[in-house]
């Protein structure tokens, strides 16, 4: 059903106290580059997964930032790995051993192997 709507709707509370209804969305494939940017900045993550401004997620309480984290990670893992597998497949067609062992740990997993949430 997510996939119908775009993504799943979430009340989030802030810091302040009041609270903000939100989209988690499944991002389209064109911002799976832009996600795979910030696998390492989780504030950055949750503002891609909600479309907000930098800075916004400092505003949400740990328990909110957690849920966005978890239903981002979980809409979104499944076409985020069968992309980078197409990505890194066709970097290896076209210089082959470059992307090292994660490559050949990625490739060599099937998707229903790889991890359920980044």
Known sequence: MATLLGGVDLTVKKLDGTTEAVKVRQ???RLLQTYLLKLDDEAAAVEL?????EGWSDT???ESFTAVVT???RLNSETFFA???RRIARQERLVP??????????LSHSLTSLPKSV
Do not use: A, M, R, Y
């Open 49 to 53: 997964f909600c479309d907000k401004p």
């Open 83 to 85: 992309w980078l597998q």
């Open 71 to 73: 239903e981002g990670e």
């Open 27 to 29: 991002l389209p494939v």
């Open 60 to 62: 949400l309480t740990i």
């Open 97 to 106: 051993n470059s992307t090292g062992e994660v490559g050949k740990t990625v």
